[in-house]
């Protein structure tokens, strides 16, 4: 249910260093205008003040303005977690909040693991995570990230489902997932992905750099290449000169239907091959340099997980995820673009966050994974 009107009306809390409050409260007005009751509009504001300036751990108890309030901490919980507000326009108008400043270079897609104990959260499943090297229990989130000039942020999200996700209606129910929501591969939640920025939001054209699994490598490329989107691929070649799926890359093309594309190696070490569409320009030079924006984007997860409690989300529902993270997402953009400081957490990258205290930690239960990465 959504805060009720005799909810207390938050207070904006001090704004600290040298923010203007009216810059933040302007970015706020404009991105959350979508939202249609007056006190989801100041909630979130109050929310994103929190995600902004608390420092440690963002949990809803200590987002709060003032000293600890029940009443105030469950209004905030409810706007997160069941006030029924759609995201997708507040994260279109983040996306013009970027181009607005500079036109977009790329989109970059990224992922986030958030390591979980309990199996109680949505999505959660044991995936073996090949950066941790074993398996984990987590949520695996997949981003869109907008890069300008001078900026680079996610604007779209997606958590990956699949297992009892799909099939257990009573664990369905418990997190309030829509009957049209079911499990897709990472590379067709990329290509969803694409569509919601081009079509649903208009957004202008540029090229798509991602990493994909080798076998999956010919279903994101096909797909591209039917939107027209141009695509820097980073495959893992099973063999020189092959990409696993049966695309075979070599200097002047692969051997599959559609546009031209070219496998272009980023450097002399292992590594991935990029595949790439670009037929304009100079491919050489600028695949490594599309290529090198993955390191960037990862940079840009790390401090979204330390600074802006992208891994502290303490419910376990659908909506209440993605309100979440398209809360954490405003407050990176505001940063970006204004240049605002935040509330560092200081822990380490790898440390357990969010989910309620029985959902927490990073060592998984023993046994094979449920999901596949």
């Not at 036109?103 to 199996?119: F, L």
């Not at 369905?172 to 920025?197: K, Q, Y």
């Not at 002399?268 to 100079?282: F, K, Q, R």
């Amino acid at each position: 249910m959504p805060p009720s009107s005799g909810c207390p009306t938050p207070r904006a809390p001090a704004a600290p260093g040298e923010e203007t409050p009216t810059a933040l409260a302007s970015f706020a007005a404009r991105v959350f205008r979508s939202l249609p009751r007056a006190d989801q509009r100041r909630w979130a504001e109050v929310y994103l003040r929190g995600l902004l300036h608390t420092e440690g751990r963002k949990s809803v108890s200590r987002m709060t303005d003032g000293p600890p309030s029940p009443r105030v901490t469950q209004s905030l919980q409810q706007f997160v977690n069941q006030s029924p507000w759609e995201w997708a326009p507040i994260r279109g108008a983040l996306a013009h909040e970027y181009l607005g400043r500079g036109e977009a270079r790329a989109w970059v897609v990224g992922r986030v693991v958030i390591p979980k104990s309990g199996s109680h959260s949505v999505g959660v499943a044991r995936r073996f995570v090949a950066e941790h090297g074993r398996v984990v229990n987590c949520q695996i989130g997949v981003a869109l990230f907008l890069v300008t000039p001078g900026a680079v942020g996610p604007v779209t999200w997606r958590l990956l489902l699949g297992g009892k996700w799909d099939h257990d209606a009573d664990a369905r129910e418990r997190v309030h997932l829509p009957d049209g929501v079911r499990g897709r591969a990472a590379w067709a939640e990329t290509v969803s992905l694409v569509d919601e920025a081009s079509r649903r939001w208009g957004l202008p054209p540029a090229p798509l750099v991602a990493t994909v699994a080798a076998a999956h490598a010919p279903s994101l490329a096909g797909a591209l290449r039917a939107r027209g989107v141009d695509h820097v691929l980073g495959v893992d070649a099973a063999s020189p000169g092959h990409v696993a799926g049966g695309l075979p890359i070599s200097p002047s093309g692969p051997t599959s239907p559609g546009p031209p594309a070219v496998g272009v190696r980023t450097g002399a070490g292992p590594g991935p091959t990029w595949l790439t569409s670009l037929s304009h320009g100079n491919p050489a030079a600028d695949v490594p340099r599309l290529a090198a924006l993955t390191a960037r984007v990862a940079r840009a997860t790390r401090r979204l997980e330390s600074d802006f409690g992208l891994r502290d989300f303490e419910g376990r529902s659908f909506r209440g995820w993605h309100h979440h993270m398209t809360m954490v997402s405003a407050a990176w953009a505001y940063s970006q673009l204004h240049g605002q400081p935040h509330g560092r957490s200081h822990r380490p990258p790898d440390g357990p966050r969010g989910g309620s205290r029985h959902e927490h930690g990073h060592e998984p239960p023993h046994g094979p994974p449920d999901v596949p990465w």
